[in-house]
């Protein structure tokens, strides 16, 4: 059975950085759709950022240019790096990995960004 845990939110301030985390078990990883989503305090859940199965990366208008999504296969595991964070980006983060067709979700990090 695959899992997902995801983790490295916490506690910043705006303009800081921090990198969450999504590590994966019980399945294949490599060339997935993954994906990064965020629940806001306000229950607003949007997606974030997302990579293909050929690597292309796609990103939420106002992240672009601040986050970047990777992987490392080697780790089975895959990033968001937050730079430049804004109090807007608090929310719990969520990972998703696709893998046979079926979403794979992480129970999510909290990102907590203060002025």
């Known amino acids: 059975q695959g899992q997902l845990v995801d983790s490295g939110g916490g506690l910043g301030q705006a303009g800081g950085s921090m990198r969450p985390s999504c590590a994966a078990s019980?399945?294949?990883?490599?060339?997935?759709?993954m994906r990064w989503h965020r629940q806001t305090p306000n229950n607003v859940r949007e997606w974030v950022a997302g990579?293909?199965?050929?690597?292309?990366?796609n990103y939420l208008d106002s992240v672009k240019g601040r986050f970047a999504i990777s992987r490392d296969n080697g780790k089975c595991t895959m990033y968001l790096q937050m730079n430049s964070q804004q109090p807007e980006d608090t929310a719990t983060y969520y990972c998703q990995i696709y893998y046979h067709g079926m979403p794979y979700w992480g129970k999510g990090t909290l990102v907590n960004v203060s002025s």
């Open positions: 990579m293909d199965t050929g690597g292309e990366k």
């Open positions: 019980g399945f294949t990883f490599g060339n997935n759709t």
